[in-house]
């Protein structure tokens, strides 16, 4: 033990460190793309867009990239360095599946994109972070453009996603916006939120954490 530290006594407990709960939401900050890779070698384009197709063939064209195009939920002949992908969390993850098992330890940057702010489309970004804990070579993106962006501006912009590494970015109005969990603190509650007398049904509750929400909403109970 260090001078004038007293030495735990043998079997004797450590003292409890100080906890508390952090409570974060999330936030979109205006973020200026940061180029940390070089531009892919050959990319894939999944989408059934055709103008989306065309555009980004046309601007991988020039920046010296291969660009194979296939449609959503179809099998890829060749094994990208980056990949573009439009559809649902199902194809997303299929597609991925496949390529990673053709080269589970090589390099692969994917970008899934969609317009609008669609629940199922938002998924996805689950995905890519579960597939990037299970592959060290993946990184993920999902980006969201406006409704009414054209597929040019999309494709020039996607190019420069392929490069970056932010999990979340939003397109609006020529700003770029990426998701940030911010700390908050929580207003006090008014009261219990459990009806007194009710019934609750808990869900996939087979942990600890279940029967502490049990607890605590039988504690309220008359």
């Known amino acids: 033990a260090a001078a004038g530290t007293p030495a735990a006594a043998d079997g004797a407990a450590a003292p409890a460190k100080e ?3 952090v409570y974060r939401r999330p936030v979109w900050e205006a973020v200026p793309l940061t180029r940390t890779a070089g531009a892919p070698k050959s990319l894939l384009v999944a989408t059934d867009e ?3 197709a065309a555009a980004l063939v046309r601007a991988s064209e020039q920046v010296g990239a291969r660009c194979t195009v296939i449609g959503t939920g179809e099998t890829p002949s060749v094994l990208p360095d980056a990949v573009v992908h439009t559809g649902d969390v199902h194809t997303f993850v299929r597609l991925m599946a496949d390529l990673l098992r053709e080269r589970p330890g090589a390099a692969l940057r994917a970008v899934h ?3 609008g702010a ?6 996805v970004t689950g995905a890519i972070r579960t597939l990037a804990l299970e592959h ?11 409704t009414g962006t054209e597929a040019g501006t999309r494709a020039a912009l996607l190019l420069g996603e392929l490069r970056d590494a932010e999990p979340e970015v939003r397109h609006r109005v020529a700003e770029r916006r990426v998701k940030r969990l911010e700390e908050f ?3 006090p509650a008014d009261g219990p939120l459990a009806r007194p007398g009710g019934t609750y049904l808990i869900t996939g509750g087979a942990g600890s954490l279940a029967l502490h929400v049990a607890e605590h909403l039988a504690s309220q109970g008359p």
């Not at 669609?118 to 998924?123: K, L, N, R, T």
């Not at 060290?136 to 406006?146: C, I, P, Q």
């Open 19 to 21: 906890t508390r709960t």
């Open 50 to 52: 055709s103008e989306l």
């Open 113 to 115: 994109t969609h317009r």
């Open 118 to 123: 669609d629940p199922e489309q938002i998924a």
């Open 136 to 146: 060290s070579g993946f990184t993920g993106s999902r980006v969201e453009f406006e």
């Open 185 to 187: 603190t929580p207003p």
